[in-house]
T-cell receptor, first 115, second 114 residues
Framework: NAGVTQTPKFRVLKTGQSMTLLCAQD?????MYWYRQDPGMGLRLIHY???????AKGEVPDGYNVSRLKKQNFLLGLESAAPSQTSVYFC??????????????FGPGTRLTVT | AQKITQTQPGMFVQEKEAVTLDCTYD???????LFWYKQPSSGEMIFLIY??????QNATEGRYSLNFQKARKSANLVISASQLGDSAMYFC???????????FGTGTSLTVIP
């Protein structure tokens, strides 16, 4: 049981480049989330999904897009990376209201540097 | 206004002693959930404990307990019998209403001294 996995673990991008971060969970959770963690600011929600085919904006969605084509996968895309997007990105999943399980299970994180 | 406030950037505790990490929250929704997570230096986020707004009793999980004071909007984490492995960042978080958004505090760095 792998839980929540993230690919890649590290990445360095140049300004203007694009990339996709992949999150996969094997717990059959309905809800999935993408966060960024910056020093002194805790975790901030970028986008989330309450089920396959649905996505919604979180607290800091600008500059990111997401897709949830399969229940187990949640992709985070950066179309044109900026230095301000240098951060550690965490994916999380939870059962949500349908399963009455709200605690989130997190992936190991992706450290992204944009130069 | 901040949804979650953690006012202690850093805390120290002697091994085997108890420590309380503070968390206050701000919501007008009667239904919400409160969480604590631990982040060791390795970086992963580990779920510790959950308290629902309608729960009558304070949540406990092993050495962790959540001191829930609804009227004061506080949800402090109490760690009993601290161990060296408890040294980490601790984050308080809230799920608001039936919503799917979570709000995290800025964290408290706990150091356990031998």
């Amino acid at each position: 049981n792998a839980g929540v996995t993230q690919t890649p673990k590290f990445r360095v991008l140049k300004t203007g480049q694009s990339m996709t971060l992949l999150c996969a969970q094997d717990m059959n959770h309905e809800y999935m989330y993408w966060y960024r963690q910056d020093p002194g600011m805790g975790l901030r929600l970028i986008h989330y999904s309450v089920g396959e085919g649905t996505t919604a904006k979180g607290e800091v969605p600008d500059g990111y897009n997401v897709s949830r084509l399969k229940k187990q996968n949640f992709l985070l895309g950066l179309e044109s990376a900026a230095p301000s997007q240098t951060s550690v990105y965490f994916c999380a999943s939870s059962g949500g209201a349908a399963q009455d399980v709200y605690e989130q299970y997190f992936g190991p994180g992706t450290r992204l540097t944009v130069t | 206004a901040q949804k979650i406030t953690q006012t202690q950037p850093g805390m120290f505790v002697q091994e085997k002693e108890a420590v309380t990490l503070d968390c206050t929250y701000d919501t007008s929704d009667p239904s919400y959930g409160l969480f604590w997570y631990k982040q060791p230096s390795s970086g992963e986020m580990i779920f510790l404990i959950y308290q629902g707004s309608y729960d009558q009793q304070n949540a406990t999980e092993g050495r962790y307990s959540l001191n829930f004071q609804k009227a004061r909007k506080s949800a402090n984490l109490v760690i009993s019998a601290s161990q060296l492995g408890d040294s980490a960042m601790y984050f308080c978080a809230m799920r608001e209403g039936d919503g799917n958004q979570f709000y995290f505090g800025t964290g408290t760095s706990l150091t356990v001294i031998p």
